[in-house]
């Protein structure tokens, strides 16, 4: 059985107590853990995120139940993370709700030193409660919030005033190598030196934010595909010339789309994420 299509009634009832213990760290959340002998287990936390009891019945998998527009990109980071393609995951995406609604979720999961996998999934706050609770600047960089740029975002899309315009998100490869490597400390200098030659780059008035832990989006106002990709190209290229590490290319991959008239937030950056998404495979590349 294709583990990512397992029926959320084959959720697991318990965890070993290391596997618990870890949980205490990625908050109080949905938990579920993977190995080559059993597969995909879900704990009966995952079910409660959507409204669901042990005992409902209910035949639909986990990937089932996520937005058809976000599936594509769910499912290639959860492949890319089982095969042993990237360390880590992250995803944030929309997932039916038992009540007909679909709801926001983030997932993280890592390898263990034994093999197996361990993950969580969490109900995202709504966009007003996480403005409260979080920064609006990053820390580390000083640029935008993921939050203040997707407020900003949604203001554009509330209030368009004709001029075309791209969103740019990209990541910087390899960087589970970079933090082997180089350590902690050296990498979180080198994020910071790249956002400040990017944000030197832009206009002044071009949102820039800082998206996940390694990667950033920006958007390019009055500026239409062709203009972005030849931007989004410029950058990339001196980001690989710049002296971001000691003796090593820091390169990026990034993804860009042009905003098409009445466009949705949620289908925008549904697409941003493909070409993104795209771009991360390729390496060194901007796909849009």
């Known amino acids: 059985m294709d583990p990512l299509r397992a029926p959320l009634m084959l959720a697991v009832s318990r965890h070993e107590q290391a596997l618990a213990w870890q949980a205490l760290d990625l908050l109080q959340a949905g938990l579920w853990s993977w190995t080559p002998e059993q597969g995909m287990q879900r704990d009966p936390a995952c079910l409660r995120l959507l409204g669901l009891a042990a005992e409902d019945e209910d035949d639909l998998s986990w990937l089932d139940r996520v937005h058809p527009d976000d599936s594509p990109q769910l499912l290639e980071a959860m492949s890319a993370c089982l095969e ?12 039916l709700h038992h009540d007909g609604r ?14 197996s996998i361990l993950g969580a999934v ?5 966009v ?41 998100r990209f990541t910087v490869d390899h960087k589970a190598k970079i933090m082997q490597l180089f350590g902690e400390v050296e990498c979180d200098a080198m994020l910071a ?29 009055g500026t239409d595909r062709l203009a972005g990709i030849e931007i989004a190209e410029r950058l990339r290229s ?7 590490l000691p003796g090593r290319p820091v390169t990026v991959s990034g993804g860009l789309v042009q905003y098409q008239e009445g466009e949705q937030i949620d289908h925008l950056l ?9 771009a991360r495979r390729e390496f060194n590349a901007v796909i849009g």
């Open 270 to 278: 549904a697409r941003l994420a493909s070409c993104h998404g795209q």
């Open 193 to 221: 030196k790249l956002a400040r030659l990017v944000r030197r780059e832009l206009r002044k008035d071009d949102p820039f934010a800082r998206w996940d832990e390694d990667s950033f989006i920006l958007m390019l106002s």
């Open 102 to 115: 679909y709801v926001r979720v983030e997932e993280r999961a890592r390898h263990q030193p034994d093999g």
């Open 128 to 168: 007003q409660v996480v403005h409260e609770l979080a920064l609006v600047t990053d820390p580390l960089t000083g640029l935008d919030s993921r939050v203040r740029f997707e407020q900003g975002l949604a203001e554009q899309l509330q209030h368009p005033d004709g001029e075309p315009f791209c969103l740019l």
């Open 238 to 244: 001196e980001i690989a010339d710049a002296s971001l």
């Open 84 to 95: 042993g393609r990237e360390p880590t995951l992250y995803a944030h995406y929309r997932i």
């Open 122 to 126: 969490q109900l995202c706050q709504p």
